[in-house]
């Protein structure tokens, strides 16, 4: 560790009386942010909103237009929440939006972190915690994702029914850190995190609709950088349908705070499994994923009718 990390890190020790052997990214951030600390974040938001979300809709890259179609929305910029992280990725704007959609009080977080911006997965999931202390039951995850199934195309859209995440595997996980069982438990399961119930709702707007859908698995891996040929065959190999560089710790946290969890991929492109394959290019993907969005809007805005009218699915 060079001298300023490590300075820094003592510092935080003694700031948080943690033994020295402690030092880890995810468990300081936790230490850091308390849940009196988070407690008192809610409290500032709620004050400034007065309302109480149920469902939390977390933009992914180029996605957020789903923001703006909340009714009688009060937007919150991020730098305007005290000790809230800054978005730094193309197509994450970076503002809280409270209002209606479908009737269902919503909060939309429209622009997401990433660990690869050097934030820990614990301060990436922060803002699940939050949603928490402000009243929701329900997350709904979307993101833009590399296809790595060949019958995948660019533009489909992909509902998670699983996921694999390689850093998650390797102990680096949100959760890591004293416990304090006021948000969850230390230990969680998570072989049913994406909902069925919820899943199965999903699938009913999707055939209302006629907006057809896939269900796959999602894989996490670190970023910036995109996947090798042989990362893609990897993953693809090992069961993975799509790739991405979030998500995953979302839905984790939310596991852990009790709530429960949707999420959808938008297939921006294809992950290269050949040497002659297309490079994924950021920006392209920002353009595709919010040109494709209009589909998975109407089915979230069709999910959220349905939810308001089968509310014990909350409980
Ligand atoms: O997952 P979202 O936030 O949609 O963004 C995806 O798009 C970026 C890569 O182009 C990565 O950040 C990846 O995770």
Do not use: W
Not at 185 to 209: A, G, Q, W
């Amino acid at each position: 560790m060079d001298e300023t990390a490590e300075k820094v890190s003592q510092s935080f020790m003694k700031e948080f009386n943690l033994p020295r052997e402690f030092i880890n990214h995810e468990a300081i951030t936790n230490a850091y942010y308390t849940y009196e600390k988070c407690e008192s974040m809610a409290n500032m938001i709620k004050n400034r909103v007065n309302f109480e979300p149920k469902v939390a809709i977390v933009c992914g890259s180029g996605l957020g237009d789903i923001g703006n179609l909340l009714e009688n929305a009060v937007f919150i910029a991020y730098s305007e929440i005290p000790e809230f992280p800054r978005t730094t990725v193309l197509g994450h704007k970076g503002n809280l939006i409270f209002g209606n959609l479908s009737g269902m009080p919503v909060v939309c977080m429209q622009g997401r972190f990433h660990p690869f911006e050097g934030y820990s997965m614990a301060l990436c999931t922060l803002p699940i915690k939050i949603f928490k202390l402000l009243g929701c039951k329900v997350v709904v995850l979307t993101n833009a994702a590399g296809g790595l199934n060949r019958s995948l195309n660019v533009g489909d859209i992909m509902l998670i029914k699983d996921h694999m995440s390689l850093p998650l595997l390797s102990l680096k996980n949100p959760l890591i850190g004293v416990n304090d069982d006021r948000f969850g438990p230390r230990f969680v399961p998570i072989n049913k995190l994406y909902s069925k119930n919820l899943r199965d709702l999903f699938k009913e707007c999707s055939k209302e609709l006629n907006i057809p859908i896939n269900e796959g698995v999602y894989g996490t891996i670190g970023g910036p950088s995109y996947e090798t040929v042989a990362d893609s065959k990897f993953c693809l190999a090992s069961g993975m349908d799509c790739v991405g560089m979030s998500t995953s710790h979302e839905a984790i946290v939310a596991a852990y705070c009790g709530l429960k969890v949707l999420a959808c991929s938008i297939i921006t492109d294809m992950a290269p499994i050949d040497y002659d394959d297309h490079d994924p290019d950021h920006s392209e993907i920002v353009k595709i994923a919010a040109a494709k969005a209009k589909h998975l809007e109407r089915l979230i805005c069709s999910f959220l009718k349905k939810l308001k009218d089968n509310l014990n699915l909350l409980d």
